[in-house]
């Protein structure tokens, strides 16, 4: 069954959409997105994704979009271990629940480090006009882009971010504290997926000090990353810092 992923190295969504491909060991043929050419927004891959985002795969012709509906789809379409989605209804009813939340507080808050610590220099040597132009043909993200103007967010606003990711830690400890060693308890799933990305681009703007009173959320990442898909989905290249060095030496500094 031919799999072609639409994505972008060092996008946390193609992220952790690599890191199920990885588990599910599911061969795919790489189709890279240049977003900072605005690839995303062309005819061609708005007929495959309309929302003009990464990633997407086209599975047997057929498109596939929203990363954590990717994860789920290969888990059903590829049924062979392992699986990473509970058999019992009322554990899958918390996965469930877990990727709700994930999608809606820590994936939206870290996007405002990540674009005021290290993409913002491009926004700012944007005109007005640029800018405007820019956020209007941006529809899905139109209004992370106006809250965020060509000048960056408000101190509120990226503190507030911060505040929602040591909340999602704090879930997480109590949650891996309660009934771990995974989030949903001994088995492995795509709320552990849909979170990885998240830590390795917290590491990467040097916000690891959230969990430094977590030791369950410690030991989470740690085992984590000491997985085989983890590798094969942060292969060479696909950081953060790979592409903008200046934010490894923020790190150091």
Known sequence: MALELYHLDHSTCSQKVRICLAEK??????????????????????????????????HDGTPIIESTVMCEYLDEVWPDEPRLSPEDPKKRAEMRAWLRFIDEVPSMAVRVPSFQNVFLDRFKAMSEEEYVAFRESNTLRRDFFMRMNHTGF????????????????????????????????????????????????????????????????????????????????????????????????????
């Open 25 to 58: 060991g599911i061969e795919w043929t790489s189709c890279p997105v240049d977003l900072s050419g605005r690839e995303n927004l062309s005819p061609e891959y708005m007929a495959i994704n309309p929302n003009g985002v990464v990633p997407a795969f086209v």
């Open 154 to 253: 408000s101190d509120d606003e990226y503190e507030n971010s911060l505040l929602q990711l040591r909340a999602t830690v704090e879930r997480m400890e109590e949650a891996l504290t309660r009934e771990g060693p995974w989030l949903v308890g001994a088995q492995f799933t795509i709320a552990d997926i849909c979170l990885a990305p998240l830590f390795e681009r917290m590491v990467e703007l040097s916000l690891s000090d959230m969990w430094d009173d977590a030791p369950a959320v410690a030991d989470w990442f740690a085992r984590i990353k000491a997985r085989p898909s983890f590798d094969a989905a942060f292969y060479p290249g696909s950081r953060l810092g790979d592409v903008y060095p200046q934010l490894r030496e923020t790190a150091k500094a």
